[in-house]
């Protein structure tokens, strides 16, 4: 899954109103043109996301794939997902490729545990109708979400959360294929992290005790997997994740 889907830098571009206002007002103009104002806002979100300033030329293929998603937005046709042609040709309904997305954001607000229980229960169709599974920790006002499916259903799901106002500074650690589910029990499981668990995982503990560190967590490859899969294990009720 490339970390620069369209429906995902639409959902992150919708942050800024300002920006994003220009950019839908620009989706009138032909491709070519878009694509000469907006290659430049690609680079710029690509350094902000990921510390790394994108290939031009892929920041211009992005641009055309943007402006392709815009107009079929609004004119009705419902999300694009590009590369979906010949991603569907090659796939059949029994065999297609699984893909997994960790972030880690801060709420907007301080959650009591009715508050979060509320949001889950709220939100399990919408992960169990799109087979999306995963699991969700909560630790002093900040989450550390894995979601695994589709690539369609994990995009939609993930460009939800960019929009959703109970999220803040949101960071994407992990964006990639899957071999196999790890939370298939689980439209998501959920479990708010306290001292206790501090205690009993003191080699976690450096990264959530203060909230989850995402520069931290990032800079250790497979640390965030293994802290949803260890710190989540002993969950005990099913839900789904934060629209």
Avoid at 167 to 184: C, N
């Amino acid at each position: 899954m490339s970390p620069l889907s369209a429906s995902r830098l639409f959902g992150e571009l919708a942050k800024d109103p300002a920006l994003f206002g220009r950019v839908l007002d620009d989706g009138e103009l032909s491709m070519e043109a878009f694509t000469k104002i907006h290659v430049h806002t690609i680079r710029e979100y690509q350094l902000r996301q990921y510390g790394a300033t994108l290939d031009f030329r892929r920041a211009v293929g992005m641009a055309g794939e943007l402006w392709q998603y815009i107009r079929h937005l609004y004119a009705g046709e419902g999300p694009f997902m590009f590369g979906a042609d010949e991603r569907n040709r090659a796939r059949t309904p029994s065999s297609m490729a699984l893909v997994h997305l960790i972030y880690v954001s801060t709420a907007s607000k301080a959650l009591s545990r009715e508050e979060l229980e509320r949001i889950l229960d709220s939100s399990i169709r919408h992960n169990a109708l799109r087979n999306v599974t995963g699991m969700l920790l909560y630790a002093n006002g900040t989450f550390m979400q894995a979601l695994e499916g589709e690539e369609a259903a994990v995009d939609e799901t993930y460009a939800r959360i960019l929009q959703d106002p109970r999220h803040t500074a949101i960071v994407m650690l992990h964006d990639g294929p899957l071999a196999a589910r790890r939370f298939d029990d689980w439209s998501m499981g959920f479990r708010q992290l306290a001292a206790e668990d501090a205690q009993a995982h003191p080699e976690y503990a450096p990264f959530f005790h203060g909230g989850f560190d995402a520069p931290l967590i990032r800079a250790r490859p497979g640390l965030a997997l293994a802290m949803l899969v260890n710190l989540g294990s002993s969950t005990h009720r099913q839900a789904a994740g934060l629209r």
